[in-house]
């Protein structure tokens, strides 16, 4: 698993997948944040008529919260650091999108940012196309998930 993790922030990606990456995470997040609506919803109406509490939905709304900034923060973070890679910088700088105030000016920066056009220390230049293969560069794999 952690194999898998790494390989994720390895490599380049250009200014299209990178785009278009984040465009897709953007989306799924709209769809999660938008189940995260109906789950109190649904939980309420199988828990009350059993006259359970309904902190209990609070408590599941609060975990599914939890998992869903968890995995969509590690989405959006290899993009960032793959696309730092592009531009020939360490993905540390990734680190700036956490304040707030200049986050934005980093991404709009990612997106007009040519990267370098030869061979840099994180990889080959990007010349793929394939949006998935892109965005998602290892396969899934019983030897990438060992720990």
Request: with cysteine; hydrophobic share 50%.
């Amino acid at each position: 698993m952690i194999n898998y993790i790494k390989k994720l922030y390895n490599g380049r990606i250009g200014r299209l997948n990178f785009f278009l990456g984040m465009l897709f995470f953007e989306f799924s997040s709209i769809i999660l944040i938008g189940i995260l609506f109906l789950i109190p919803a649904i939980l309420i109406g199988l828990i009350h008529p059993l006259h359970a509490s309904p902190e209990a939905s609070v408590t599941v709304t609060g975990v599914y919260i939890s998992v869903t900034l968890i995995v969509m923060l590690l989405c959006w973070s290899t993009l960032i650091v793959r696309r730092f890679h592009d531009i020939g910088v360490s993905g540390y700088y990734a680190f700036l999108c956490l304040i707030l105030p200049i986050s934005g000016f980093i991404i709009l920066f990612l997106y007009f940012k040519k990267g370098t056009n030869e061979i840099n220390k994180y990889g080959d230049l990007v010349v793929s196309n394939k949006f998935f293969k892109a965005i998602f560069p290892v396969k899934i794999t019983k030897s990438n998930l060992k720990i």
